[in-house]
């Protein structure tokens, strides 16, 4: 259910960015997703469907990328990038990890129509 | 009709975090120490709530805001009875508190007479250590039947917490608990993480709890000076 509450700020992001734009209609919003983060694609994508509805981003697409987790290995003090689910340093192989928080989840960009323009 | 991207990156927790700050000044200014309790259900979050309003009694003045998904306010009456201010916070189904929901509960606490504030977020180990609340500390409080896995589960929630407490240590016997798998997942997630195992039904490691929170709420209440 946290993903209501997320694709609801993701909406709010874009209405606000299109509308300080003078745009009519957003067609597509791109969304970041750190790796690390529980949210899934399939429930964020039925949510935002939802959330749109009598809205300007009524119909417009979303589309999730997934970035990496970033680790900073407290053994040999690299700030490296997981490899996928496994959280060791990938140049040393030590369990000494901590990892970096980033941003959670962002808007990247939107793509909007203006009419007249 | 013209077509345009428009860059923005901008984060989706931006607006929750500008609350949160909101209410951590509000929190420094009244010289509250605010902590927020994350757990999964059944963990033991209420009952080390009431160890700890008695085991501070006389020192710390506490203010409690008990969240849950339904209007059932059976933890906030059994902090009450522990002689807490309290406030029910009933999220209606939503499975994590956010900044705005503690902004409105902290309207109806009597702010000028509290020192510790403890926070008794859902019980759920995902989504709650996304959202900031204000708090200046989060406790996550895991529990030994829960298994010795949970780290590798749920690692944003064990990576995202500044103290974890190990509930219902008298149980071990009966487990198969490996505390030293558990203690290597902790460790590579949240290294050097302040870990407290204790039973609130046996007591037993209720002290090492208590001396932190005095610690915390001693602090503050010097800096504040």
Redo the contacts between chains.
Sequence with gaps: MHELSVVEGIREIALRHARSAGASRILSVRVAIAGFSSYLEDALAMFWEEVCGGTEAAGARIEIVRTPVGLLCLECSKSVTAAGEDLRCPECGSEWVKPIAGQECYVESIEVESSGG | ?????????????S??REIAERNRAKLDAAGIVAVNLMASPGAGKTSLIERTIEGVEGQLRIGMINSDTSAAAMDAERAERAGAVSVHLNTA????L?AGMVRDAMDCLPLRDIDLLLIENIGNL??PV??QLGSHWNVLIGSTPEGDDKPYKY??MY??VDVLVINKTDLLPFLSFDIDYFT?GV?????GLRTIPLSCRSRVGLEEWFEWIESIAVRRTAVAQ
């Design positions: 009709m013209t077509v345009k991207t428009i860059q923005v990156a901008q984060s989706v927790l607006a929750n189904g939503r499975c994590h956010d995902v989504c996304s959202w690692p944003r990576s995202g290597r460790r590579a997630l949240n290294h």
